[in-house]
Structures are given as structure tokens and as C-alpha cells.
T-cell receptor, first 112, second 115 residues
Framework: EDQVTQSPEALRLQEGESSSLNCSYT??????LFWYRQDPGKGPEFLFT???AGEEKEKERLKATLTKKESFLHITAPKPEDSATYLC?????????????FGSGTRLSIRP | ETGVTQTPRHLVMGMTNKKSLKCEQH?????MYWYKQSAKKPLELMFV???????ENNSVPSRFSPECPNSSHLFLHLHTLQPEDSALYLC??????????????FGDGTRLSIL
């Protein structure tokens, strides 16, 4: 069964304290992995797409990496404004009717 | 306007009411989606439209009825809802349906409360 698991469920960091969020997946036919940021009362905001193992993408203090079994979202020297829920989603399937499976998210809180 | 716009942002309705949620995308995308987001649960895909044709219906109860009159607009018609239907309903769009590396772009959702 296709599955996407995010850990930890919640993470509290001090401002400037770097860490990583994990997204592990078990799917048939990976066609893309996506990271989103969701603020309270808002819809998910697209951050990155990754497709091939070894691929990396960066945006400001965020860096996403991908292996054959998992993806990491590294956050370097975070600021309070980085507090949000981070969602991972995987697009999978061998036919044109691919499906997208979301993880439950990691709630990130950055203390000033 | 840009992006994906959803109205209303908040909706409170009784179990016997009929209401509709509206979604409009200004991105020129060909695929549109409805999702349900409940607390501490992953997003649940409800419906997918590609070029105005419904291509997925993930065992959603018939009290939810989608409509896609054109590639820019998507509606979710609601009737005789249950308290467990209270949730955030999100609309999304992507450039095409089924292609590789197709990120979805989301609206800010409608927060629905059933009394």
C-alpha cells in the first residue's frame, strides 16, 4: 500500500537552531515529491518539487533533498517567521492516472 | 487576481441546508481538485477534474456534488451534511492531470462548520 509518513509530528526550535524534517515514502512508481508550507487559516503554499534521487533544491533557509526512500527538509538558522506546518506529498503511479498522497505534516515552531 | 481563490472563507450551515463552495483559478491550469482537511489527518482527495471532465471520485458521499463548468471554475454543492463533515475544504489546480512533477497550487480554503 502506498504510504507517506512525516516525522516528527511537531518540532520546537530556538531561533538559529538548525534541524531537519523527514518524509519517508513507500510508493509504486514515484513521479514527483513535493514540499508545501501551510500557515494557520491558509492553504498549502508550494515550496519545492523533487523527482530524482540525489536531487536538491534550495530556497532561503530551506533545502530539500531526495533519496529513493525519503526526503529531508533542512532548515538552517530558522527565524520565528518559519513557524508553520510543513507538508510532504508524493505523486505516484505508472499510468496516466497517477495519485497524490499527502503526509500528516510536521508542525514547526521557532522560539525567538 | 492571481492564484486560486475560494469563497466563502467561512460557512456555518445546518444539517438540512443546501450551500455551494466556489473555486476560481487564474493560472491557466487544466486540472482542478477538491480536498478535505481535518485536524491532524492528511489531506483527503475528494474529486479531480481534468479539462472539465471528472476523472476521480474517491468514494465521497453523494451529499457532496462537484461541478466544473469550465477549466477556471470549480464548485462543490453541499446538501444534508453531517457534523463529521465539518472541516477545511481546499481547492487546488495543476497544469495538467497525470503528468510527472505536477505540483498543485492551493486556495486558502473554506472553513465549514455543520451545526
Amino acid at each position: 500500500e502506498d504510504q507517506v509518513t512525516q516525522s516528527p509530528e511537531a518540532l520546537r526550535l530556538q531561533e538559529g537552531e538548525s534541524s531537519s524534517l523527514n518524509c519517508s515514502y513507500t510508493v509504486s512508481g514515484l513521479r514527483g515529491l513535493f514540499w508545501y508550507r501551510q500557515d494557520p487559516g491558509k492553504g498549502p503554499e508550494f515550496l519545492f518539487t523533487l523527482y530524482s534521487a540525489g536531487e536538491e533544491k534550495e530556497k532561503e533557509r530551506l533545502k530539500a533533498t531526495l533519496t529513493k526512500k525519503e526526503s529531508f527538509l533542512h532548515i538552517t538558522a530558522p527565524k520565528p517567521e518559519d513557524s508553520a506546518t510543513y507538508l510532504c506529498a508524493v505523486q505516484a503511479g505508472y499510468s496516466s492516472a497517477s495519485k497524490i498522497i499527502f503526509g500528516s505534516g510536521t508542525r514547526l515552531s521557532i522560539r525567538p | 487576481e492571481t492564484g486560486v481563490t475560494q469563497t466563502p472563507r467561512h460557512l456555518v450551515m445546518g444539517m438540512t441546508n443546501k450551500k455551494s463552495l466556489k473555486c476560481e483559478q487564474h493560472l491557466g491550469h487544466n486540472a482542478m481538485y477538491w480536498y478535505k482537511q481535518s485536524a491532524k489527518k492528511p489531506l483527503e482527495l475528494m474529486f479531480v477534474y481534468s479539462l472539465e471532465e471528472r476523472v476521480e471520485n474517491n468514494s465521497v458521499p453523494s451529499r457532496f456534488s462537484p461541478e466544473c463548468p469550465n477549466s477556471s471554475h470549480l464548485f462543490l454543492h453541499l446538501h444534508t451534511l453531517q457534523p463529521e463533515d465539518s472541516a477545511l475544504y481546499l481547492c487546488a489546480s495543476s497544469q495538467v492531470y497525470g503528468g510527472n512533477n505536477q505540483p498543485q497550487h492551493f486556495g486558502d480554503g473554506t472553513r465549514l462548520s455543520i451545526l
